[in-house]
T-cell receptor
Framework: QKEVEQDPGPLSVPEGAIVSLNCTYS??????FMWYRQYSRKGPELLMY????GNKEDGRFTAQVDKSSKYISLFIRDSQPSDSATYLC?????????FGKGTRLSVIA | DAGVTQSPTHLIKTRGQQVTLRCSPK?????VSWYQQALGQGPQFIFQ???????QRGNFPDRFSGHQFPNYSSELNVNALLLGDSALYLC?????????????FGDGTRLSIL
């Protein structure tokens, strides 16, 4: 079993839809959880950074962490074509940063 | 506020050659981590430098080595290149060497091995 599992998609939604992206993990030592957005031919851009369980909101983005289920989510409200990118979950604890494979998202105008 | 900068952006090498990639961290950051990202995969941790020392290392062979300079910039060296080393190499910077600090990435160096 991989440490971090993420459905690679692709995921295609109409403009204005609510997008839900998810990752599961197996290492209970993970404490810090991140979501990165990566456009084609660019490096990952940090979107959300959370510690332990709970919710964090930043504009149209909401990150949720459920440590009891080893499950994290990123919600994007009112999705825009400019949100089309690959979204990577990442987490760390006693280990260095471990990434999921990324989910490719397309928002269609 | 300068972000993480990497050079070169693209590089083509042949098997057996050696390569050096360079990274300048985000202004105010003192810790540099290197990652390898194969096509369609998430980044894989290579190693991290803090206070000019390698502090952590991922599951990469000794052909991969690095250095951090007093100005916090860093180099990644790869010897005896293999076809499988073709990937996007990403540098990330953070503050203080701890795992609790968010990492900020550059746009990477795309390395192709022929």
């Amino acid at each position: 079993q991989k440490e971090v599992e993420q459905d690679p998609g692709p995921l295609s939604v109409p403009e204005g839809a609510i997008v839900s992206l998810n990752c599961t993990y197996s290492n209970s030592a993970f404490q810090y959880f991140m979501w990165y957005r990566q456009y084609s031919r660019k490096g990952p851009e940090l979107l959300m950074y959370t510690y332990s369980s709970g919710n964090k909101e930043d504009g149209r983005f909401t990150a949720q962490v459920d440590k009891s289920s080893k499950y994290i989510s990123l919600f994007i409200r009112d999705s825009q074509p400019s949100d089309s990118a690959t979204y990577l979950c990442a987490m760390s604890g006693r280990t260095p940063l471990v990434f999921g494979k990324g989910t490719r998202l397309s928002v269609i105008a | 506020d300068a972000g993480v900068t990497q050079s070169p952006t693209h590089l083509i090498k042949t098997r057996g050659q050696q390569v050096t990639l360079r990274c300048s961290p985000k202004s105010g950051h003192d810790t540099v981590s290197w990652y390898q990202q194969a096509l369609g995969q998430g980044p894989q941790f290579i190693f991290q430098y803090y206070e000019e020392e390698e502090r952590q290392r991922g599951n990469f062979p000794d052909r991969f080595s690095g250095h951090q300079f007093p100005n916090y910039s860093s180099e990644l060296n790869v010897n005896a290149l293999l076809l499988g080393d073709s990937a996007l190499y990403l540098c990330a910077s953070s503050l203080g060497g701890g795992r609790d600090q968010p990492q900020h990435f550059g746009d990477g160096t795309r390395l192709s091995i022929l």
